[in-house]
């Protein structure tokens, strides 16, 4: 009796221990273990959402004007102008790839933030400069017939500078504010849940600011005006986030987080004669309070051949001296699984990447065309992309005050429903989108056929409205649902790498668009009549929305069937013993 007592009495004390300190292998900005009344949570995340709001804006007051200034200042061709942006856009989704990759292994996510918030405000600089310094400018005059090389040079370099910015910042930012929030603790985990959410908020307020704001400086003062205020804004933000800097959890660097990886593989080579044991639980594993950083993952079902990692080998070596490249824990296998059965996924979602690259090329281009006229005011054509913003916004807002409580009530989730569902229901939004889309072009065109002079200018830009919403409202669940699913389900050591998984998406997506592009130009071309002429008027987006609706659809179908045999993160919550077998099990983090 007095032991039992004296057991409670202990788990009692570690409980109210837990309740004050932090255990999940964080520190604070002295290098000990975090106090949890004064870190993290809201009072940090704030911080970097308000630096991720700047960054946005400054970022998307030129994505969405990109493809205005390079047909009407560097006087490219609505293809090349297209393709341009594609490439720029990809390249700045792709980078994060390396971004995170450092910031995992080696700066970690702190450091990471501060070195590319340097080159972001390099590259801000420079594009200043561009306009305002004489030698550096398009030409003498306030209107270019052809701009000077050197301003081109000085132009791309400055652009690709932020894009090495925002390769270092997008992943560590997002994957440091996901950090200020303990896993292991009930009421943080849950506010987790809703920090994606919020985090896309402060984005899409960013975003809305820079395709307002900043776009009808660029359309109605000039370019340079613009540049200055994303510059102030950008070196603002960066001092904000620093002042932040005791209230954050930081993450140590692990290491290159693909070793291990490399590691499993080749222990499983090494032992593929050797017979699998009866019994999983006979495969080795570290002892939790061996356990130094990350969370001890249940043995899965799929991927079988990796298990021999872990076969434990009958010989006068003792596990000590087998050494991490000939025996593996299972936790280290199973995150080489979780790597793998990303890989379907991550393809899966490309289709709807490509859906949304065309809201800042061909969907901008479409409003540049149109009356823009509000009264005596005349919109500038990227600040319709606002509207895709607020169809964010609105959509995010509903899914987290709405949805949310009434879906967890419905299904038992914590999250209401699974990511991938989540994701999937954004696909639908993206499929209707480009239907929508396909529909006022055609229009658009009639009105052209009819009146080749003023056709396209008897229809107001604010027939684009449905599709720029429907597009937002899509990228509130599946992009916000990209985030959660790529940050949530790589390992623990991967958290940066996987936000840039995440943005990798749009990156490729964008190369494939430009790809599809240039195949489509080709083949269309050889039928007679290529459905991308020298302007809008004498193109075929209609067509071309259709395809990608068509290509979408089809996807759809086969990313289904991969969500419904996917295996979500089973995290080990107290004991090896409290693993289920089955995929699906309670300790499924999704």
């Known amino acids: 009796m007095e032991q039992k007592k004296g057991k409670e009495m202990r788990d009692m004390n570690v409980g109210v221990d837990e309740e004050k300190w932090v255990y999940d292998s964080s520190v604070d900005h002295k290098g000990r273990v975090p106090l949890r009344a004064s870190t993290g949570v809201w009072k940090a995340s704030l911080f970097i959402i308000a630096i991720e709001f700047s960054e946005r804006l400054s970022y998307f007051g030129i994505a969405t004007s990109l493809i205005i200034y390079l047909t009407k200042v560097i006087h490219q061709d609505l293809k090349t102008a297209a393709r341009s942006v594609n490439y720029w856009a990809g390249v700045t989704t792709l980078m994060p790839l390396f971004g995170g990759f450092i910031a995992d292994a080696y700066l970690g996510r702190f450091y990471t933030v501060l070195v590319s918030s340097i080159f972001y405000l390099l590259g801000l600089l420079l594009l200043t400069m561009?306009?305002?310094?004489?030698?550096?400018?398009?030409?003498?005059?306030?209107?270019?017939?052809?701009?000077?090389?050197?301003?081109?040079?000085?132009?791309?370099?400055?652009?690709?500078?932020?894009?090495?910015?925002?390769?270092?910042?997008?992943?560590?930012?997002?994957?440091?504010?996901?950090?200020?929030?303990?896993?292991?603790?009930?009421?943080?985990?849950?506010?987790?849940?809703?920090?994606?959410?919020?985090?896309?908020?402060?984005?899409?307020?960013?975003?809305?600011?820079?395709?307002?704001?900043?776009?009808?400086?660029?359309?109605?003062?000039?370019?340079?005006?613009?540049?200055?205020?994303?510059?102030?804004?950008?070196?603002?933000?960066?001092?904000?986030?620093?002042?932040?800097?005791?209230?954050y959890r930081y993450r140590k660097p692990s290491g290159s987080p693909l070793t291990p990886m490399l590691q499993v593989f080749l222990a499983a080579i090494s032992k593929r004669k050797l017979p699998y044991p009866s019994n999983p639980a006979e495969l080795y594993e570290v002892p939790k309070s061996q356990k130094a950083q990350g969370r001890l993952l249940c043995h899965t079902k799929k991927l079988k051949f990796l298990d021999r990692a872990a076969i434990i080998e009958d010989n006068e070596l003792?596990?000590?001296?087998?050494?991490?490249?000939?025996?593996?824990?299972?936790?280290?296998?199973?995150?080489?699984?979780?790597?793998?059965?990303?890989?379907?996924?991550?393809?899966?979602?490309?289709?709807?990447?490509?859906?949304?690259?065309?809201?800042?090329?061909?969907?901008?281009?479409?409003?540049?065309?149109?009356?823009?006229?509000?009264?005596?005011?005349?919109?500038?054509?990227?600040?319709?992309?606002?509207?895709?913003?607020?169809?964010?916004?609105?959509?995010?807002?509903?899914?987290?005050?709405?949805?949310?409580?009434?879906?967890?009530?419905?299904?038992?989730?914590?999250?209401?429903?699974?990511?991938?569902?989540?994701?999937?229901?954004?696909?639908?939004?993206?499929?209707?989108?480009?239907i929508v889309a396909a529909l006022v072009e055609r229009k658009r065109l009639a009105a052209v056929k009819k009146d080749p002079v003023n056709g396209s200018l008897s229809m107001s830009v604010f027939w684009l409205a449905p599709q720029f919403i429907i597009v937002g409202a899509g990228d509130g669940f599946a992009l916000v649902g990209l985030q959660e699913y790529f940050y949530d389900q790589v390992p623990d050591s991967m958290r940066s790498l996987g936000i840039s998984f995440y943005l990798s998406v749009i990156g490729a997506a964008n190369f494939l668009s430009s790809l599809l592009i240039t195949l489509v130009d080709h083949i269309t071309e050889k039928g007679g009549k290529s459905w991308f002429g020298k302007d809008l008027n004498s193109s075929r987006l209609d067509n071309f929305y259709w395809l990608l609706a068509i290509i979408t659809m089809a996807n759809l179908c086969v990313y289904v069937f991969l969500a419904k045999r996917y295996s979500y993160k089973n995290i080990q919550s107290m004991a090896v013993a409290n693993c289920n077998e089955d995929d699906d099990a309670a300790g499924s983090m999704a």
């Not at 200020?180 to 849940?193: I, N």
């Not at 490309?350 to 690259?357: D, E, H, K, S, T």
């Not at 065309?358 to 540049?368: N, P, R, V």
Request: overall charge neutral; hydrophobic content about 50%.
């Open 130 to 247: 561009s306009w305002f310094v004489p030698s550096l400018k398009a030409c003498g005059a306030d209107v270019c017939d052809e701009p000077r090389k050197v301003h081109e040079v000085a132009f791309f370099l400055a652009i690709y500078l932020i894009s090495i910015g925002t390769g270092g910042h997008k992943p560590s930012l997002e994957s440091f504010g996901a950090d200020q929030f303990d896993d292991d603790h009930s009421e943080e985990r849950k506010k987790k849940m809703s920090f994606f959410n919020w985090w896309s908020f402060g984005l899409c307020n960013g975003c809305l600011l820079g395709v307002t704001v900043v776009v009808y400086v660029q359309d109605h003062v000039n370019w340079g005006v613009a540049d200055i205020i994303m510059t102030i804004v950008m070196a603002w933000s960066l001092l904000i986030f620093i002042i932040g800097r005791p209230y």
């Open 318 to 434: 003792s596990i000590d001296k087998q050494g991490p490249w000939r025996l593996a824990a299972v936790t280290k296998v199973e995150e080489l699984k979780l790597i793998l059965n990303m890989i379907p996924i991550w393809l899966a979602t490309l289709p709807f990447g490509i859906c949304v690259a065309q809201s800042a090329t061909f969907f901008i281009k479409q409003g540049a065309t149109m009356n823009r006229n509000i009264g005596d005011f005349q919109l500038p054509p990227a600040s319709i992309f606002s509207l895709a913003a607020i169809g964010m916004i609105i959509s995010v807002t509903i899914y987290e005050k709405v949805l949310v409580p009434a879906l967890r009530k419905a299904t038992g989730n914590e999250r209401g429903i699974k990511i991938l569902q989540r994701i999937g229901i954004g696909m639908l939004f993206s499929i209707t989108t480009m």
